[in-house]
């Protein structure tokens, strides 16, 4: 684990944080803090982690799964810009795998942007491989991607 960083699950208490979260990593189309509100009601089915730093406790990052039975999906992960590039995101991806292991799934999915290079970048490096592309799926024009990641004993 990065020095600096814990993770945990997310609390009720963490949504004005996660909101602000999202606000910075996905400014085009945001979770407000209903959404936010309406994931974390899904649990254990749905399963959200916060990245935070232990002096503080301010949060530096944010990642939800969906534990739907044999394939897994990750809902969402968001690192706060000035957090970028330590590793968060990878802690926090990883963290996911873990869970979707231990709940019994067999493979992980996740849609990002075609224009998204660091987050292909981490899915890349993680295992993800393309299993379908949705043309022009977002508003901007940008296609979606959907990553398939096999997960397996050994991560
Ligand atoms: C994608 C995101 C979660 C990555 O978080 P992060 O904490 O910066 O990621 P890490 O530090 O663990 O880096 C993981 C990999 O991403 C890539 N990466 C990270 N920062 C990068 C940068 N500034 N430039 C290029 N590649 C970068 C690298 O490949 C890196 O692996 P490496 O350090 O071994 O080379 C973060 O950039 C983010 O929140 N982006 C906005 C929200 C988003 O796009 N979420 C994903 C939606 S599908």
Redesign the pocket.
Do not use: C, I, K, M
């Given at each position: 684990m990065r020095a600096g960083t814990h993770l945990r699950a997310a609390t009720w208490r963490d949504i004005p944080a996660m909101a602000d979260l999202e606000r910075a990593?996905?400014p085009e189309d945001p979770w407000d803090e209903a959404s936010l509100w309406s994931e974390l009601a899904r649990r254990p089915r749905r399963s959200y982690l916060v990245a935070h730093d232990p002096r503080t406790s301010d949060l530096v990052?944010y990642a939800g799964l969906d534990l739907g039975g044999d394939v897994a999906d990750?809902m969402?992960?968001?690192?706060?810009?000035r957090?970028?590039?330590?590793?968060?995101?990878?802690?926090?991806?990883d963290e996911l795998h873990h869970r979707a292991r231990a709940a019994g799934a067999a493979s992980v999915m996740?849609?990002?942007?075609s224009g998204?290079?660091?987050?292909r970048?981490?899915?890349?490096?993680r295992g993800y491989a393309l299993v379908r592309t949705r043309r022009r799926y977002y508003r901007s024009g940008e296609d979606a991607l959907a990553l398939r990641k096999e997960l397996s004993a050994d991560g």
């Open positions: 990593a996905f990052g990750v969402t992960l968001a690192v706060d810009p957090a970028r590039g330590r590793g968060v995101g990878t802690l926090l991806l996740l849609e990002v942007r998204n290079d660091v987050a970048r981490l899915y890349a490096s």
